[in-house]
């Protein structure tokens, strides 16, 4: 059965690096300092040069991309960027990215919040069939169902709107939102419920007023998770969406790179500047995304 | 499944029974939204599976197993499935041994250990288009940098995603890129949880270092390896973004996975029986690979 092994990386992971290093006694690790370091570079260069050829390539001209591949450029082509924030269509596509993402967030915990509470909480008929069911989720991707999930959405009138994106988005990270929260819900101290019932506060309002507040940082790191999920989806929106002016970043991204082929410079521009708004969440939050995307990641 | 609960008073629905009623209202939305977006298209796949089928007429051309044999006698989705075995084969040999070592290098006392995991780990949260066409430039045969470097020592222009040969090797390259940082993060919270005494007393004990690595560092993280591979084999089974980015499953269709497939030979030519029939497939090996993978492995974690 599919239990609750998924959330063990975020349990261990939540005090992350540096803290808890500097107190305990040495790991043994088989090399010295100086080749440690050496081989920590050679793997960081590789997964910072491609990161900065983009990022430098988006200020060269074409052609110096061929005479000059691994230079700064001759001349920084700041027109590269400028002429894609002056377009609407860089502003509109995360402006739509913002909007889905941030409705899936929304709603993925104003569904799953109740329910984990229930299941954390009453004791009903079938309730560990119902979570068992829904915990099902956790190993099922949007590709095995994506076809009769787009019949479903035309059916529904919702194809080529950002509700037919949303929606299913927000069924699909209930598994592990209803998972984790529910595991967090439990570690709160039972007598506050036991006395809340005796003083005449109804579950509802436990819920409300207690349960919630108490549990926001539950309730953040399940937010990061369908947060990213919504805004790195690809595949959802490619069978949901086909008007360009509705399209989150990933497609319009791809939409892009289709429209100017070989203009490799404006493409790396573009890229460097549809990943930027990642890049920067990251910086802020590290914290949070590290331990939330690894809880998430049953969810890919 | 563990049922540990810390809420014993509460177990039959509390002194004022208003548990049910609760449960009423705070159930539905959730069963609702998962029964219509997530179950119900998954045994609708199965049902499409048998037919032949446009997405447009009636549904009443049923072809029983047609769709399946045609399936297995198709050369592209036989490859594309040998293509998602190998993305698993270089998950297991050389991503997990190299998220272990960085993972292990950057347990200890390391000035700039953190920058390091977070560096490693940055891969790992952009779109896999993004990195999917970062890669696909960087292995243009005119203007990508592999290309200049083969080129600077007097090699032809290397146009590998249009190879053959090669243009698998570029994409499974790019997924150790985009994913080995983490599973490196899974390793660095599972060294964490290993209690440190253990190393100094097999070092007083005399144990090389490559004793405590076997004896104490890989025991103590039998758990989290366990669940890195897990996530390789469910990831794997669903890799898509990438491809689209990369190839587009060319040359000669030789770089689909089996998700791809079902974009390009199911979703493109609205072919909605067979591609739910690749759906179904899909669905099969998720299923088994869970449920078989959590039985015989991860029983006590």
């Not at chain 2, 197993?65 to 084969?89: D, H, M, P, T």
């Not at chain 2, 200890?108 to 890669?135: E, H, K």
Request: contains cysteine.
């Amino acid at each position: 059965m599919i239990d609750t092994t998924s959330q063990d990386p975020a349990v261990a992971i939540e005090e992350p690096a540096g803290r808890r290093a500097d107190l305990a006694p040495p790991l043994s690790t088989p090399l010295g300092t100086l080749p440690r370091l050496l081989v920590l570079f050679l793997v960081a260069g590789l997964i910072v040069v491609p990161l900065l050829a983009t990022a430098v390539g988006g200020f060269k001209e074409l052609g110096e991309l061929r005479t000059n591949p691994f230079g700064l450029p001759k001349v920084w082509q700041w027109q590269n960027y400028w002429g894609i924030l002056e377009t609407a269509r860089y502003w509109r596509i995360l402006g739509n990215s913002l909007f889905i993402a941030s409705m899936t967030v929304a709603l993925t915990l104003a569904v799953a919040a109740p329910a984990a509470f229930a299941f954390a909480h009453l004791r009903f008929f079938g309730h560990r069939f119902l979570f068992n069911y829904l915990i099902l989720g956790l190993t099922f991707p949007f590709a095995t169902a994506i076809l009769p999930l787009f019949i479903k959405i035309r059916d529904l009138g919702l194809l080529d709107t950002h509700w037919g994106v949303i929606l299913p988005q927000v069924a699909f990270s209930q598994a592990v939102s209803i998972l984790l929260l529910r595991n967090a819900f439990r570690q709160l101290p039972g007598e506050l419920l036991e006395s809340a019932l005796v003083d005449g506060c109804g579950y509802i309002r436990f819920f409300l007023w207690i349960t919630l507040p108490l549990s926001r940082p539950i309730l953040a790191t399940v937010a990061v998770i369908s947060f990213v999920v919504s805004w790195n989806n690809f595949l959802l929106p490619l069978v949901v969406l086909n008007t360009p002016a509705r399209y989150p970043w990933t497609l319009g991204l791809m939409d892009y790179q289709g429209e100017f082929m070989v203009a490799w410079q404006l493409i790396l521009a573009f890229i460097t500047l549809t990943i930027l708004p990642a890049m920067i969440m990251f910086v802020l939050a590290q914290k949070h995304l590290v331990a939330g995307l690894t809880a998430g990641a049953v969810k890919g | 499944m563990a049922e540990t609960t810390s809420f014993p008073a509460t177990r039959h629905g509390g002194p004022r029974g208003g548990g049910l009623l609760t449960a009423l209202i705070f159930l539905p939305p959730a069963l609702t939204f998962f029964t219509v977006f997530v179950i119900l298209p998954i045994g609708e796949a199965a049902w499409y599976g048998f037919f032949n089928w446009n997405g447009l007429n009636l549904l009443e051309n049923f072809v029983g197993f047609e769709n399946y044999v045609q399936l297995v006698g198709n050369k592209v989705f036989s490859r594309a499935f040998v293509n998602n075995l190998l993305i698993i084969a270089i998950s297991l040999s050389i991503q997990l041994p190299l998220a272990l070592a960085m993972a292990v290098l950057l347990a200890d006392r390391l000035f700039g250990a953190v920058g390091f995991r977070m560096l490693f780990f940055l891969p790992y949260i952009l779109a896999d288009v993004a990195a999917g066409l970062i890669w696909r430039f960087m292995f243009d045969g005119d203007y990508g940098l592999i290309s200049q470097i083969a080129q600077g020592i007097g090699f032809a222009p290397l146009h590998l995603l249009a190879d053959r040969d090669w243009a698998y090797v570029a994409v499974l390259t790019v997924i150790v890129w985009k994913y080995f940082g983490f599973h490196m993060m899974l390793y660095v919270a599972g060294l964490q949880s290993i209690d440190r005494h253990l190393y100094e007393a097999a070092a007083i004990d005399g144990a090389s270092s490559w004793q405590r690595f076997r004896f104490i560092t890989i025991p103590g993280l039998a758990p989290m390896i366990r669940l890195s591979v897990f996530f390789s084999l469910l990831g794997s089974l669903q890799f898509f973004d990438m491809i689209v980015a990369l190839t587009g499953g060319g040359p000669l269709n030789t770089t689909h996975t089996m998700v791809s497939f079902l974009y390009y030979f199911g979703i493109g030519r609205m072919r909605v029986g067979f591609g739910s029939a690749v759906g179904v497939v899909l669905f099969i090996l998720c299923a088994t690979v869970a449920f078989s993978y959590k039985r015989l492995f991860m029983r006590d974690d």
